[in-house]
């Protein structure tokens, strides 16, 4: 397939992917912003669709994962600026100490529990947890897409049973 077939093919999907965006956001500019976002990953990323795939859903997969990957962002620059305005210089310095100390502890138990899993685990969930793509991660590693998604799901069940008392702690 030509650019230019490849580009008509994104365009024919824009009134699809604008009623599945809405049904994300709820709103008409978010949802056209959304599908502005998904039809230029789409082109940018031209040579990593497969030919003889499902052309609509990989176009609704990068949609997804465009729109999971702006909510993030958006909650994360919430979170900071309603901490910003919460936390007094007085409440940071008495609570720093302890939260470093709690920290140091947490870290060391999640250090050891990922020791403890299998390579097999291990490898796919840190990757995954750095930030890669379950696609990356599978070319990477030369095993199927399936396979990393059960290793990922995997270790984190693993992960829960063997830090269940964190989730007491923070619940």
Same mark, same amino acid.
């Given at each position: 397939?030509?650019?230019?077939?490849?580009?008509?093919?994104?365009?024919?999907?824009?009134?699809?992917?604008?009623?599945?965006?809405?049904?994300?956001?709820?709103?008409?500019?978010?949802?056209?912003?959304?599908?502005?976002?998904?039809?230029?990953?789409?082109?940018?990323?031209?040579?990593?669709?497969?030919?003889?795939?499902?052309?609509?859903?990989?176009?609704?997969?990068?949609?997804?994962?465009?729109?999971?990957?702006?909510?993030?962002?958006?909650?994360?620059?919430?979170?900071?600026?309603?901490?910003?305005?919460?936390?007094?210089?007085?409440?940071?310095?008495?609570?720093?100490?302890?939260?470093?100390?709690?920290?140091?502890?947490?870290?060391?138990?999640?250090?050891?529990?990922?020791?403890?899993?299998?390579?097999? @685990?291990?490898?796919?969930?840190?990757?995954?947890?750095?930030? @890669?793509?379950?696609?990356?991660?599978?070319?990477?590693?030369?095993?199927?897409?399936?396979?990393?998604?059960?290793?990922?799901?995997?270790?984190?069940?693993?992960?829960?049973?063997?830090?269940?008392?964190?989730?007491?702690?923070?619940?």
């Amino acid at each position: 397939m030509t650019t230019d077939q490849f580009n008509l093919q994104v365009y024919a999907h824009a009134s699809a992917l604008k009623s599945y965006a809405y049904k994300f956001t709820n709103n008409l500019d978010d949802a056209d912003d959304l599908v502005q976002d998904t039809m230029m990953k789409a082109i940018r990323y031209y040579d990593k669709f497969e030919q003889g795939t499902n052309f609509k859903g990989w176009l609704f997969v990068i949609m997804k994962n465009t729109f999971i990957n702006n909510y993030r962002k958006t909650v994360k620059v919430q979170a900071v600026v309603s901490q910003e305005e919460e936390i007094s210089s007085s409440q940071l310095m008495s609570s720093s100490t302890r939260n470093q100390a709690e920290g140091a502890f947490a870290m060391a138990d999640i250090k050891k529990a990922l020791d403890k899993l299998p390579t097999a @685990y291990s490898v796919p969930f840190i990757r995954y947890v750095e930030g @890669y793509k379950y696609e990356e991660i599978a070319a990477e590693l030369s095993i199927p897409l399936g396979t990393v998604k059960t290793r990922i799901h995997q270790a984190r069940e693993l992960l829960k049973k063997q830090l269940q008392v964190y989730k007491q702690k923070f619940n």
